[in-house]
């Protein structure tokens, strides 16, 4: 299959939204207001954390409220001291910042972050653990919840159970199941084309008696 074909691509799988297991928007915004616009949303990898936190920078946009976004991951770890100072240089002062992967700041950076921050009108991270920040909700995920989205995606083409024993090969890291549907996908063309007769995939072959 082609990569433009593949219904697990990266772009079809942005396209899928944040959904609640519990609570709502609605919710979620109303817990931003009564902490000071300071929060965490927590959960373990491949738990929609980042895709709560792009949803969540558009809604306070559309409210009015400007966001400045930050991301740090593992890779950026060596260097976190300098990619912190540069995300924030130029952070606008009536702007919230919405700073995912906090958990890659060690505490001399976190408390840095805290001061530099003291004055904006709010903060919301992304973390593995609780702790930092109030915790504004704990994401997770569940089978039925994969199941899904891959409908969405591919209604039809994989089973519940092949889908179940996936999710829990993977320990509930939705974004690890989605890659893995993206490389199956990608050979299931060559293995019905593997598994077809020889004799069917040649021309009848005739001979004079």
């Known amino acids: 299959m082609k990569a433009r074909d593949n219904p697990f691509r990266v772009d079809r799988v942005l396209t899928l939204r944040y959904r609640f297991l519990t609570g709502s928007w609605d919710e979620l915004l109303n817990r931003i207001d009564r902490q000071a616009g300071r929060g ?3 959960g373990p990898h491949g738990s929609g954390k980042t895709t ?8 306070l946009s559309r409210r009015g409220t400007p966001v400045h976004r930050c991301r740090f991951n593992l890779t950026d770890h060596p260097a976190t001291w300098t990619n912190l ?3 924030t240089r130029d952070l606008p002062d009536e702007a ?6 906090a958990e890659q700041l060690g505490p001399l950076q976190w408390r840095w972050l805290m001061w530099w921050t003291r004055h904006l009108p709010g ?13 504004l909700i704990d994401c997770h995920t569940t089978p039925d919840l994969f199941c899904d989205l891959v409908e969405q995606l591919a209604p039809g083409t994989f089973p519940p159970e092949e889908l179940q024993t996936l999710y829990e090969h993977h320990a509930g890291n939705l974004r690890l199941c989605l890659r893995e549907l993206y490389d199956r996908m990608a050979v299931r063309d ?6 077809r007769s020889p004799a069917a995939a040649l021309p009848a072959i005739t001979r004079d008696a």
Do not use: F
């Open 190 to 195: 060559d293995d019905t084309t593997a598994k």
């Open 96 to 101: 919230m910042l919405l700073l995912d992967g």
């Open 123 to 135: 903060l919301v991270i992304t973390t593995h653990r609780p702790g930092r920040l109030p915790t």
């Open 85 to 87: 100072r540069t995300a």
């Open 52 to 59: 709560l936190m792009d949803e969540l920078a558009k809604r």
């Open 40 to 42: 965490a949303i927590v």
